[in-house]
């Protein structure tokens, strides 16, 4: 069997490493970019969801959350119904810095699928969807306290 997760693997971390280095500028510490992200693009989202989204427990997404507001970037907000719910939103520092942030995102994606057509970015998109839902389905089983059986 070809070793796929090693590749996306490498992908992933070369990428990540790429931002690391150039959100320096922006004062995004590792993997923060990925949050903020998708709090501009979810505004309102509780960090529970957001933990979800990104595939991280909750202990890590809070560490993330927390440094992002401290950096002002983003801001917990209590639900009109329910107090103990913080939805958080992205400020206007942090709205204002997620442009740059996709403009990296779609660089990252064009350079990475350079030589490859439009018809193997489909598949290539269609397999790595399925590839997902197999893992989250392991994910969430480990998560709950399962072992795997190997």
């Not at 490493?17 to 992200?37: A, C, H």
């Not at 501009?40 to 990104?54: D, H, R, S, T, V």
């Amino acid at each position: 069997m070809k070793e796929i997760l090693r590749e996306i693997g490498m992908i992933a971390r070369a990428l990540d490493s790429i931002s690391n280095i150039e959100f320096k500028e922006i004062d995004l510490t590792r993997g923060q970019y990925l949050y903020l992200v998708r709090i501009c693009e979810n505004p309102g989202i509780i960090q529970e969801k957001l933990a979800e989204m990104i595939k991280v427990d909750r202990t890590t997404a809070a560490r993330a959350v927390q440094k992002l507001e401290l950096q002002g970037m983003i801001e917990k907000k209590s639900d009109g119904e329910n107090k103990k719910i913080k939805k958080i939103y992205a400020t206007d520092k942090g709205r204002e810095v997620y442009p740059f942030l996709m403009r990296e995102g779609n660089y990252s994606d064009r350079m990475a699928l350079q030589g490859v057509s439009d018809e193997e970015t489909e598949t290539l998109y269609k397999l790595l969807v399925k590839v997902r839902k197999n893992v989250e389905a392991d994910w969430e089983q480990v998560k709950k306290g399962h072992k795997r059986d190997y």
